[in-house]
């Protein structure tokens, strides 16, 4: 069963960049679409980006348009989550998941292989 694991998160100052990264091994994800999501203390999970088999992206978060990208990397099996200009709001546990298909979804129960997190902290 595929279980992602996600990276790269920290500790960074408002108006910083982090670029966090979305692997799994054992699995190749160039067919699959990959979202990110997040969850910040007390909240439900929020769906961030995701982007297709065929790089499509969908943004569901209006709060980060602008701010933040989604890309894949195939020879590196890797899904990234570029993230700019942070703002304190942006603090949450930032996760990567599948549709196990080629297109994404805007219900997050047709998501799959939540992975650990990343924690992701902006404060100064």
């Known amino acids: 069963q595929l279980r992602f694991v996600e990276s790269g998160g920290g500790l960074v100052q408002p108006g910083g960049s982090l670029r966090l990264s979305c692997a799994a091994s054992?699995?190749?994800?160039?067919?699959?679409?990959i979202g990110w999501f997040r969850q910040a203390p007390g909240k439900e999970h929020e769906g961030v980006l995701c982007?297709?088999?065929?790089?499509?992206?969908?943004h569901y978060a209006d709060s980060v348009k602008g701010r933040f990208t989604i890309s894949r990397d195939n020879a590196k099996n890797t899904v990234y989550l570029q993230m700019n200009s942070l703002k304190p709001e942006d603090t949450a546990i930032y996760y990567c998941?599948?549709?196990?298909?080629?297109?994404?979804?805007?219900?997050?129960?047709?998501?799959?292989?939540w992975g650990q997190g990343t924690q992701v902290t902006v404060s100064s």
């Open positions: 054992g699995f190749t994800l160039y067919n699959l679409a």
């Open positions: 982007i297709s088999s065929s790089d499509g992206i969908t």
């Open positions: 998941a599948t549709t196990y298909g080629s297109t994404c979804s805007p219900r997050i129960t047709a998501y799959d292989g």
